[in-house]
């Protein structure tokens, strides 16, 4: 199953109030900018601001008609009443803990939480759901939350499924043993890391998967001209080794006269094995510029032979065209 989902799509963690709080009115401008500029694919998810992202998404596209774009969301976190609440959630979001996540890959959890993600986002389907994270369950994800999606898929009720996660080798698992449709590999082929390059990106080649690249800024430390410590890297703070590999990315990224963020996006679409970027955005603006940089030129092909030749790239990773 081939979906429209374009070169570059919307992730709406930050929707959720990833690492800061944002109201309703700025994450709605956040999809309009990003819809003005041509997105039309938007990823969420159950455990961004604990249902949050999925109620602002479904809102923000409500004016629009449903057969004009592409929505993911994902399953393997339920969300159920917090018997307990702090006041505040722990897992890097900016809400509220009134509610409370818990895993569950079972069939009657995955079909329960789609129907959960489908009132969230006010919509009667959604065109792909991706198990989310089932690094620490695999087994149970691919026994019976992948099985469970099969059939969703079988009966027409998503058009396609797949996988997402961090970890490339659950990633190749699910490539490997199933018959997926989409991985979405998260901050996997970066910049700053390209795990996947080894065998997963070939491995989707050969078996037809479209690959979705997302979290190219790797959490947040590629997203800026200039890095600094303060922006998270994998969604942690960033060692310092990371931070001054990103700030002598950048520097080299100035030399040539492009930016650390067109670098970024351009790269990780840069391997033919991927079919579409998924960036996420800190407001309309980020979202304006992101799909400047990533419809725009590319940068110089100058620019990648220098990161190669100071090693700060694998020189095996495919590098895209350069700009005339």
């Known amino acids: 199953m081939t979906l429209p989902f374009g ?3 919307l992730g709406c963690a930050q929707l959720g109030n990833l690492y800061q709080a944002i109201d309703d009115d700025e994450a709605t401008a956040t999809v309009e900018a990003a819809w003005t500029a041509g997105v039309r694919y938007f990823d969420t998810a159950p455990h961004y601001g604990l249902g949050l992202s999925e109620r602002r998404l479904g809102a923000a596209l409500r004016e629009h008609h449903r057969d004009e774009y592409v929505v993911s969301t994902k399953v393997g976190r ?3 009443p917090n018997p307990s609440p702090t006041g505040h959630d722990d897992e890097l979001f900016d809400v509220p803990d009134t509610l409370r996540r818990v ?7 995955v079909r329960r939480s789609l129907a959960d993600s489908l009132e969230r986002l006010g919509l009667d389907r959604v065109d792909l759901v991706l198990i989310h994270d089932p ?3 695999a087994d149970e994800a691919l026994d019976t939350a992948y099985p ?3 059939r969703l898929r079988a009966d027409g009720v998503v058009r396609a499924i797949g996988v997402g996660s961090m970890d490339v080798g659950v990633l190749t698992r699910f490539a490997a043993d199933t018959d ?7 901050g996997r082929y970066t910049l700053l890391d390209q795990p996947a390059l080894d065998t997963l990106l070939p491995l989707c080649s050969r078996r037809g998967i479209t690959v979705l690249n997302a979290a190219v800024f790797n959490g947040g430390l590629l997203a800026e001209d200039r890095p600094h410590g303060t922006l998270r890297y994998n969604y942690q703070n960033s060692p310092d080794t990371v931070l001054e590999l990103a700030s002598a990315m950048a520097a080299v990224c100035e030399r040539h006269g492009t930016t650390l963020p067109a670098a970024a996006l351009h790269f990780a679409a840069g391997n033919p094995a991927i079919s579409t970027v998924v960036a ?3 407001g309309p603006e980020q979202a304006s510029r992101n799909a400047a940089l990533a419809f725009g030129p590319p940068p110089p092909a100058a620019l990648w032979a220098d990161l190669i ?9 495919p590098t895209p065209p350069g700009a005339a």
């Open 7 to 9: 070169r570059l799509g």
């Open 78 to 80: 339920l969300l159920v």
């Open 103 to 109: 895993w569950d890959f079972s069939a009657d959890g």
């Open 135 to 137: 690094e620490g369950h």
């Open 148 to 150: 469970a999606l099969e």
């Open 180 to 186: 997926i449709d989409v991985v979405m590999s998260a």
């Open 280 to 282: 996420g955005a800190q």
């Open 309 to 317: 030749r100071n090693g700060l790239l694998r020189p095996d990773a």
